[in-house]
């Protein structure tokens, strides 16, 4: 076994002894991924569960970091009255996310990502809560929205702007498991241009898939293109977090 590395990165995977070996001494950093189950499309409900622990495996060596379990239920909104969707109160959400971010550092890690897969409500919630949280325990705590984060790299690799289950997040998903993506019950009438703050709203949203721009985003189930697109993300997030913890380390946080 190479020493420079822990037999696993996965919090659920390791002992409380080779934990105890690493963290805080050697490992200082903890990645926790969190989702909900929501309609994506033609892409898996799971979509915001999947991809941000599959980010979380892939860059957590990078970064120097453990990755703590997914939390994977989560709170939903518009999108939650479609088959297989679900969510969970805010005020319960709130409390448990927040628990599970003090327990963390409570188990010595400085700094604590929450690699968050799903946006709207839930997005609100977690930048609260690691203000919140960050106060009160000491830990550095940063949260990374990477679909918007990223919106750059879907410009860069689609030429255009994307969306919800839309062409960015179809093909994130897809570099992680083809089979996750049912391309062949794709209708591009299965879209709808995401409003604009103020123009109209609707509960339930009439579709899964949403485009921040009319007319763009559409997926186009590229493979190799969903390849390239995995990789530039990984690389913009583990960029991100690494610049992150130098910059609170070189203020002396
Ligand atoms: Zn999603």
Request: hydrophobic share 45%; glycine share 8%.
């Amino acid at each position: 076994m190479n020493k420079a590395d822990p037999s696993t990165r996965e919090m659920e995977r390791i002992t409380w002894m080779e934990f105890r070996e690493w963290v805080p001494a050697k490992i200082k950093t903890v990645l926790l991924p969190l989702g909900t189950l929501e309609a994506h499309g033609v892409t898996a409900n799971g979509t915001d569960i999947i991809a941000p622990v599959a980010m979380a495996k892939e860059i957590a060596a990078r970064v120097s970091a453990m990755v703590a379990p997914v939390i994977p239920y989560g709170f939903t909104g518009i999108l939650d009255a479609y088959p297989g969707s679900f969510t969970v109160p805010e005020e319960a959400y709130r409390v448990y996310v927040r628990a599970v971010l003090v327990g963390l550092a409570r188990n010595k890690f400085k700094n604590i990502v929450m690699l968050n897969g799903h946006g709207g409500g839930q997005t609100a919630i977690l930048s609260a809560l690691a203000q919140e949280v960050g106060r009160e325990t000491n830990a550095r705590i940063l949260v990374v929205n990477w679909w918007s984060f990223c919106s750059d790299i879907t410009q860069d690799v689609f030429g255009q702007d994307g969306g919800h289950a839309a062409e960015n997040e179809t093909a994130y998903v897809m570099a992680i498991d083809p089979s996750l993506v049912r391309q062949e019950d794709y209708r591009p009438e299965m879209a709808t241009a995401m409003p604009s703050p103020n123009t109209w709203s609707a509960y339930p949203f009439p579709s899964s898939i949403m485009l921040y721009k009319e007319g763009q985003g559409f997926p186009n189930f590229d493979l190799a293109q969903a390849r390239t697109y995995f990789a530039k993300v990984n690389d913009k997030i583990a960029r991100l977090i690494e610049e992150t913890i130098k910059k609170w380390d070189l203020a002396g946080l």
